[in-house]
């Protein structure tokens, strides 16, 4: 059977091999390389009517994607703060309670994430291979899964707990 060639996305050098030699990482499934006929179309569009290249328009939509990012996390506590009445049905809580639990929840998200980053940068500088690594890619998902449970249950028990009356 020939060697297939393909580009490695991580290392951007040329394989020959199932795997890359440097980093581990296969080839992508044909469907995750390409994009949908319709947003094909749209950026086809986009580019016709800017008369800039693809390489010109991957600087203004990464730019316009970090900054979007921003908003989708808003939008994205809107439908979890909606699914929280149905999960502390016992307790009345008004809405307001469920929106900034879900934006306190997703804050602490991003820090999780934040950390855990950091321990893989750092794990990559003590010659562990970071996120690179199986091992410490499947300890640190192990660890984020487990802090966000405590912290989710922690924080329901806070928020449902009666307050302490005066003495």
Known sequence: MPAVRWNCPTCKV???TPFCARCGEEPLPPPDLTWSEFAQSVVAQRLAATNMTAEQYEVIFDRAAVLNAKSLI???????????PLSFWRERQPFMTHVVFSLHLYTFLLLLFCAALLAAKVSALLGFGGL???????????????????????????STASPVPAG
Do not use: K
């Open 132 to 158: 690179d690594a199986p091992n410490v890619d499947t300890v640190l998902s192990v660890v984020n899964v487990l802090v966000c449970t405590l912290h989710v249950y922690w924080r329901s028990v806070r």
């Open 74 to 84: 808003l939008l994205m506590t809107l439908p979890f703060a909606l699914i929280l």
């Open 14 to 16: 040329v394989v020959t």
